[in-house]
C-alpha cells in the first residue's frame, strides 16, 4: 500500500518523465501524442501537492552570445550567479535539451535564437521555457549530429558566471577537437602561389599567434582594457607589415574575436608549415610599478623564476577555458621527447635577442635577457617559438599606450626587424 507520502513521489516522478521524455512542453501539436497523459499529471500533481512556496525571485541571465566559427559553435550565458545545469539529447527531431535550476525568463533569452546566423552549421533554432516553476529549459535544435562540451566559467575582468556551450561536429570514433581540426583542415594552403617544383627555397612563413581571443579576455588593465583586443590589432597590424616584405608571409592562429584552444594553434602552425611562431601578449602583475616589454622561449625544465612560471600558468589556463586541456595536453606530452631538440630551443633563443633587442629602442625592458617558460604553445618541436609581452596591461601608462595606434605599431615594427635579422641569419649558406 502507498501512503500519501509515497504517491506524491510517484505522481511528481511520473509527471517529470512524461514532459522530459516527450518534451512536450514544446510540441503540444503533436499527432498521436496522449493529451490526457500530462493534464492527468498536472490534475492530479495539483491535488495532491501542497501550493508551491514563493521563493526568492528566480534568478537570471543577464546576457547571451553565439560565437560561430568553423571548426565549432558556442554559446555563452551569462549571469550573476552561478547556473546549475543538467543536459540531454533527444532524437527525431534531433536536439540538445539544457535544464537550468531555479533560473527564470530574462529579455535576453527571447533575443537568443535571432542570435544564430541561418548558415550555422550546428544550429537551426534555439527554444527557451520555463519547464516548471523551478527549472528553465534551453533546447537547441540541431542540423546534424553533435557533440557537447558544456561547462561553467568562473567570473574574469568584465565577464559574470558563465555557462557555456560548446557544439562540435560528431565524427566516428573521434572526440578530440584537435585531429577534428586536422581532419577538417585541408591539407597545407600556403600563402605564397604555388611555385615550380625546382630548387626553390622553402617560403619563411611567419605564424602570428594573438594570445587569448573570446571568452578568455586575458588580463586587463585599469581602464578596463583587455589584453585578447589589444594584441589581436597589434598582430593584424604586424602581419600587414609582413605581407608587404619579399620572401616572407605571415598567418594567424585567430584573425578574429574567436578562442582558439593553445593545442590547435600549435597545430596550426604545423599545419601552415610555419618557419617560426610568435605569440603576442600584453604582461599583468599586482604590482602596477611593474613596465615593459620582455620575451619568452620554451623552458624543457620548467620556469626559470617565480614570476616566469606564474604567468605560464596563467596562461596555460586558457585551455581550460577552452575546455580541451585533456586533448591538448596529450598532444604536447607525445611531442616532450622531440621537444628536447637542441636546434629549435637554439634558433628560439636567436629569435627572442633579435625581438628583444627592436623593442628596446621603443619602451624600457621588463627583462633585459630572453626568459624562459613552460607557456603551451610554444611547444612545437620543431618550429623557433617566441612569446612577446608587448607591455604590462597592469602599469597605467603602458595600459595607455597599448591602445595607441602609434605604439602598436611601434611594436608590431620592432617585431618585423627583429624577425628579419633573424631571417637574414637563417638564409646564410
Ligand atoms: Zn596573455
Given at each position: ?29 503533436s499527432?498521436?501524442?496522449?493529451y ?18 514563493r ?25 550573476s ?5 543538467r ?35 550546428f ?6 521555457a ?8 534551453i533546447?537547441v ?13 568562473k ?37 605564397f ?60 592562429t585567430r584573425?578574429?574575436g ?23 601578449h600584453?604582461?599583468a602583475?599586482?604590482n ?16 626559470t623564476?617565480?614570476?616566469a ?20 595536453d ?41 626568459e ?12 623557433p ?26 611594436v ?10 633573424y631571417k ?6
Open positions: 500500500m502507498l501512503n500519501d507520502r509515497k504517491l506524491q513521489v510517484v505522481i511528481v516522478i511520473n509527471y517529470k518523465l512524461i514532459f522530459r521524455e516527450k518534451d512536450m512542453f514544446f510540441r503540444k501539436g499527432v498521436g501524442y496522449p490526457w497523459l500530462p493534464s492527468f499529471a498536472v490534475l492530479a500533481s495539483l491535488i495532491s501537492l501542497p501550493p508551491p512556496v521563493g526568492a525571485e528566480a534568478m537570471q541571465f543577464t546576457a547571451t552570445r553565439v560565437w560561430p566559427s568553423t571548426l565549432y559553435t558556442r554559446l555563452t550565458f551569462e549571469s550567479t552561478l547556473p546549475h545545469y543536459y540531454f539529447m533527444l532524437a527525431s527531431p534531433r536536439r540538445l535539451v539544457i535544464d537550468i535550476d531555479d533560473f527564470g525568463l530574462s529579455p535576453v533569452l527571447h533575443k537568443l535564437s535571432q542570435q544564430v546566423r541561418s548558415t550555422d552549421p544550429i537551426s533554432k534555439i527554444r527557451v520555463k519547464f516548471d516553476t523551478k527549472t528553465l529549459r533546447v535544435d540541431l542540423k546534424q549530429p553533435i557533440r557537447a562540451d558544456i561547462f561553467n566559467l567570473p574574469v575582468a568584465n565577464f559574470q558566471h558563465r555557462l557555456v556551450v560548446d557544439l562540435y561536429p560528431k565524427l566516428k570514433g573521434d572526440n578530440d577537437p584537435l585531429s577534428l581540426f586536422l581532419a577538417n583542415t585541408p591539407s597545407v594552403h600556403s600563402p602561389k604555388p611555385s615550380t617544383p625546382s630548387a626553390q627555397p622553402a617560403p619563411f612563413i611567419v605564424m602570428i599567434d594573438p594570445g587569448h581571443g573570446g571568452e578568455d579576455p586575458g588580463a586587463h588593465g585599469l581602464h578596463n582594457t583587455l589584453e585578447k583586443n589589444v594584441v589581436l590589432q597589434i598582430a593584424q597590424r604586424l602581419k600587414k607589415l609582413i605581407d608587404k616584405q619579399p620572401g616572407i608571409a605571415a598567418v594567424m584573425s578574429d574567436h578562442f582558439v584552444p593553445l593545442a590547435m594553434r600549435v597545430a596550426k602552425a604545423q599545419q601552415q608549415k610555419a618557419t617560426i611562431f610568435v605569440s603576442i600584453a604582461d602583475v599586482a602596477r610599478q611593474a613596465r615593459g616589454a620582455s620575451v619568452f622561449t620554451l623552458s624543457t625544465r620548467g620556469a623564476s617565480a614570476a612560471r606564474f604567468l605560464a600558468n596563467s596562461q596555460n589556463q586558457s585551455d581550460l577555458i577552452g575546455g580541451v586541456s585533456r586533448s591538448g596529450s598532444y604536447l606530452d607525445s611531442t616532450l621527447l622531440e621537444l628536447i631538440q637542441h636546434q629549435t630551443l637554439h634558433d628560439s633563443a636567436i629569435l627572442g635577442s633579435a625581438v628583444l633587442k627592436q623593442l628596446h629602442k621603443i619602451n624600457p625592458l621588463h627583462k633585459s635577457r630572453v624562459r617558460a613552460g607557456f603551451a604553445v610554444l611547444k612545437a618541436p620543431n618550429i617559438s617566441i612569446l612577446v609581452e608587448t607591455a604590462f596591461i597592469s602599469h597605467p601608462e603602458e595600459e595607455r599606450k597599448l591602445r595607441t595606434a602609434r605604439y602598436q605599431q611601434q608590431a615594427e620592432a617585431i618585423l626587424v627583429g624577425i628579419q635579422r637574414a641569419k637563417h638564409d646564410e649558406p
